[in-house]
């Protein structure tokens, strides 16, 4: 038989003097039972639905507690799940019981204490999404806003454009009262401008509770009546506000109250899941009474994660309080972990994490320690060099900082801030420590002390320590505000009182740029040469090498002669000659090594020639040849000679 065929038909309840109609609904199915089945429009939102469709009564004859109310005769008063075999019994004794077993199914339970959720019909407060165009302004409202990241706006927006009114009630002993009176008589509400003046003054000073603990009286004029029925018997509203409706009202409560604040705020940030409260809540009370979104900007991020991926939780006990890491790590590796995170999506902790970003930390420290330690003699106002004159090289290393700190900049204008961690450290450990201050120790400790090679290092390694404290402050804090001390001589100022000065512009021309991208080209594949002949025992250091290089066509590094002395620094070797071909070493094509990145460059690794300097351990072939100063090349004698070093003072 169809169900169509038996819709309008009425049936009797078992137990209750009552009828009921038949009705056909999508959601009853064959596969899932008989076919027929009861509804409870009180208990459940298909059957809810359904006797709005049909006009139902919404029967809910259960209480907060869970309890039957006095309607069920004979068990009022009992729990709802408790009077289950009773009632089963009462089927049996009145013979309506075919036949009756236990089932086990899926039932919505509370997370917190497990126990299944009766769900009832009950009066609520509702803000309509429609009425004055709630939702249309909204939407407008949040693309004027900024959305940290960009996705966000896309979330937010698919949310409010799908969300039903806005359920403001709850039903809880504790929360922010909803001030309004209901009349005993014909159970309307009423709420006036008096009344509400009146609960201000009460909350002021007693507080929220005050709604509670006074009669309805003590805040109602005197000889009110409804405006409805005429009653003048009134009660409270128990319910209590959404908590959400609360935390979305902080705009008001809090920037509006203050005079050191300003209304809208410039930026909301918590967590990507508050697009579906703190934000949207803020967003909705804004435009209701404010037609304006509360704040200009909102950056969401992602939660944190133990190192696997999971989810952090006490119950599963992988929680990793903060002043636990601090005790171990320090406040500057937490810093600096937060700062290398992708904090967009989940961020990942863990020990092994950690232990690399203390080796991160280590490098950037060690970094600053030795840009100090070498402008211990350099006094910025004395010493300094016109940045124009500075030695090619220096200008260069300027140019690469000013990139960096551009990027840095940039990243901490647009909240990313895992980009400013990683430039600075690249700054520290590549193009810094394993390069430029690689390559000028020997003009730093061996050129004449007030000498303008020297100087010129100084000045560049001064303008590189101030622009990487000052950016990197906002991070590494402790750090920065100890280096700054450091470098300025005086510990009255702190860094945080500096301003992020622009670096130095425009160092390089485009020629010089492209010359020197080509000079550290050709210096990575001279070095894996080099260090070809290390592995191979033909030199020690590079110090100890000559090297040979024949160039490929078409390179465009002239004049051959800077060329040399030009990638002889960058390399750190003694000699450095740039050849046709290597026929004049006899013996030596098996050595001969061949670019594979850059084709057409062949280098050739000797034991460099002559002797090695005493003091800068380069070798020539000028040692032993001053009369002066015999164990010394031809640089350190000039030197110690404008030093005023006598050979018997060596």
Partial sequence: MKGAELEGLSVVHPFIDRK???ITADYVTLDSGTGIVHIAPGHGTEDYDSSRKYDLEVYSPVDHRGLFTAEVEGFAGQN???????????LREKGMLIYSEELSHSYPHCWRCKRPVIFRATAQWFISMERNGLRKRALENIDMVKWIPSW???????????????????????GVPITVFICRDCGEPVLTEEMAEKIVSFFEKEGADSWFARPASDFMPD??????????????EEDILDVWFDSGISHAAVLEDRKELSWPADMYLEGSDQHRGWFQSSLLTSVATRDMAPYRSVLTHGFVVDGKGKKMSKSVGNVIPPEKLIKRFGAEILRLWVSAEDYRDDIKISDEILQRLTEAYRKIRNTIRYLLSNLSDFDPQRDSMPLKDLEPLDRWALTQMSEVVDKVKKGYGEYRFHVVFHQIHKLCTVDLSSLYLDIIKDRLYCELRDGSKRRSAQTALYHIAMHLVLNMAPVLSFTADE???????????????????????????????????????????ITKALELARREKRIGLALDARVLVRLPEGLGLEPI????????????????????????????????????????????????????????????????????????????????????VRAKDQ
């Fill in 20 to 22: 009921g109609p038949v």
């Fill in 80 to 90: 709802i799940f408790k009077a289950n075999p009773a009632i089963i019994d009462l």
């Fill in 152 to 174: 966000g706006r896309d979330r937010i927006h698919g949310m409010v454009e799908a969300r039903p009114d806005w359920c403001i009630s709850r039903q809880r002993a504790w």
């Fill in 223 to 236: 000889g009110y009546i409804c405006p409805s029925c005429g009653g003048s018997d009134f009660g409270r």
């Fill in 483 to 525: 280096a700054w001390a450091h470098l300025t001589g005086s510990n009255d100022g702190s860094v945080f009182l500096e301003m992020l000065t622009e670096p130095p512009r425009r160092l390089l021309s485009s020629e010089e740029r492209e010359f020197w991208g080509k000079v550290f080209d050709l210096r990575g594949e």
């Fill in 561 to 644: 002669e800077e060329l040399e002395e030009c990638l002889k620094m960058v390399t750190i070797v003694s000699q450095l000659e740039i050849v046709d071909d290597f026929d004049t070493e006899q013996g030596t094509r098996k050595d001969i090594w061949k670019s594979e990145e850059i084709k057409g460059l062949s280098c050739l690794v000797l034991p460099a020639r002559g002797a090695k300097c005493a003091r800068c351990w380069t070798w020539s072939t000028y040692v032993g040849k001053d009369r002066e100063f015999m164990d010394v090349c031809q640089r350190c004698a000039e030197v110690l000679r404008r030093m005023g």
